[in-house]
């Protein structure tokens, strides 16, 4: 991680004076913001300016900035294109420090023109020490001091803890509308824009450093400071401010779309979900999940583990429950003996106590006992959080007493829902906030608030682990070493021997034992098997000689052969490699059409400790394979688990030498028999 310093945001969010640059009666944006900053109760000056105009929504309009009764903090910006940057060298002569530039053609998609314009204006702003919000954004909300530079309205917007930078201010303009209509408030809302000068980073920064926000929620197109971006994530996560994120980008469209959009670099996506994992981001697959996931953040309730109870009042629901946990491997805790005793006598008895658990009449029609329930749930110490049956009041009053008392009984996360969508109404907004606890909407995003809460407390409690710089010696890499360093790492090697002609490799098989694998070892060979260079199976010294001949005419210099021993086992593929944004990462997959075909592979990023790695197994869809299926025996996890941190510490000392290093296979014998990497690459710097 880095240390940087971020720019001056509190001179854009705030300003104590605006100017509405380009205020019309032909725009709607204009009104928009006027509008916003005179209901906001913005206590500062508002001035307008348009040599149009002597007067406009019943406020004196005033010709240029010179005009003004006073140099304003910060300019709003609705002009064309080519005026922008001569109102800027203008503003900074006067000395006003921001500005808010709502126009675009500066440097989206592929407009040559357009990059120069942003160029320019990045070197008004690095030359002057104006700080600016966009351009091609809808400005922002400063809920407590009034300044709402949004052009659009948002009637329900209340102070709050939740801390919003969207790069897409369409986009933040829809969703703060939903999500203040389900009692979410904010501290402070940002559209980024094309982050010519201000970026995420910065205000990300700003955030984390805010006593107001509690926590962060991101749409995320690009990172265009990705190291900088990892030591202030990291900063939240010290600080306790979980930070919530949509990433775009996970498909080549969405990719291209970001760059069209703000001219921004979208980046591996499961490098970026790695670096989440790492920094205890939780990623939101939609912007409907980001809504229940921020209400259930918001009561900064973080558990110590992902172990969740789920107690639901009805059978279908139950139902629905169980298949979306099977789908999303939600992590149900193993109720304790103590509690499935005390819950027996509470509900039916045709009713298994399990969990989920279903309580059936002695829910429906006893909300008291339905809560007691709740209560036994949440003092069991195999239960991290809960979700329970709960659904908001609209239409008519209702106690929040019952609800406030599960709250005030436990220090866990406790989470109420319901199996579908619903709207709400002032009275539902109330019953929430008296309740002291968030009520979230439908199963599945339900379900992904638990994992998400798990998946911080986990990580705030492990914290962050530190890469030590590369030190090692390049002459390690190199054979007889480089087989002594993978085995003192626990990656054994199966029995081999590398010769230079065919007739030794004719004798080495001999000894070593039939059948053998021969494979061609020659620099400009990198994929043996893609390049034909590696024959399998071969049972006597005349097919070694034979092969090996044929090998060997492949390579344009002096090529080796390299005999092994012929290892069953099931075919894993580990490698590292080291990012260009987000540093060095370990993947795993499980070979073959796993890999392939299917893309089933998890990674994190570097170092990698034993837990770890055994939860990057577990992430695989072909995982089962592992632990035995059709009659085979369980391999040698273990032994993986720990050939898997071997490689992330050897990539890690040596990745100022290496760009990547790949074991596959590296074949994983049934449990008790080790590992053997059978074909080691690597790609020097």
Known sequence: MIAF???????LLAAKSVAIVGASQKGAWPLGIYRNLKGAKFPGGVYLINPNYNELFGDKCYPNLAALPEVP????????TRAVLGVLEEATKLGTKAATIYTAGFGEGDDVQGKERAQA????????????CGPNCMGSYSVGEGLWTFPTVTPLLKKGPVGLIFQSGGSLGNWIKGAT???????????????VSLDLVDYLSFLVDDPDTKVITLMVEGIRRPSEFMTVAEQALSNGKPILAVKLGRSEMGKRQAISHTGSLAGADEVFDAMSKRLGIIRCPTLEDMTEMTLAFMPGRFPKGSRAAIVVNSGGMKGLICD???????????????????????????????????????????????????????????????????????GQKRSAELFKSVTAA???????????TYSCLDESRAFQEEAGMPFLQAIKP?????????????????????????????SELAGENLNNLLQSRDIDLPKQALVGTAADAAAKAKELGFPVAVKLIA????HKTESGAVVLGLKSAEEVQAEGQKLLTKTLGRGHLLIQEMVQGTEVLIGARTDPQYGPFLMVGLGGIFVEVLKDVSIRLLPVDEREAREMLKELRGYKVLEGVRGQKPRDVDALVKAMVGLSDIFAAHRNHLSDMEINPILVRAQGGGVAAVDVRLVRR
């Open 446 to 474: 339900t379900l992904r608030a638990l994992a998400g809460l798990g998946l911080y407390g986990e990580r705030k409690l492990r914290g962050v682990p530190k890469l030590a710089p590369a030190s090692s010696d390049a």
């Open 523 to 526: 620099a400009e060979v990198v």
């Open 5 to 11: 310093a971020r720019k001056p945001v509190e001179n």
């Open 73 to 80: 903090d910060e300019l709003l910006i609705l002009i064309p």
């Open 121 to 132: 204006m990045k070197d008004l702003c690095e030359r002057t020490g104006m700080v600016i």
């Open 181 to 195: 209509e389900r009692g979410i408030g904010f501290s402070y809302a940002i559209s980024s824009g094309n982050e």
């Open 410 to 420: 436990t220090d866990k996360p406790v989470l109420a829902f319901g199996r579908s």
């Open 324 to 394: 979306h946990c099977d789908e999303l491997s939600t992590n149900l805790a193993q109720l304790g003996d103590k509690t499935k005793e005390a819950v027996r006598p509470l509900i039916p008895p045709e009713l298994a106590v399990e969990n989920p658990l279903e309580c059936g009449v002695a829910g429906f029609g006893d909300e008291a006992g339905f809560i007691n329930i709740v209560k036994l749930h949440a003092e069991d110490p195999g239960v991290d959080l809960l979700a329970i049956h709960g659904e908001l009041p609209r």
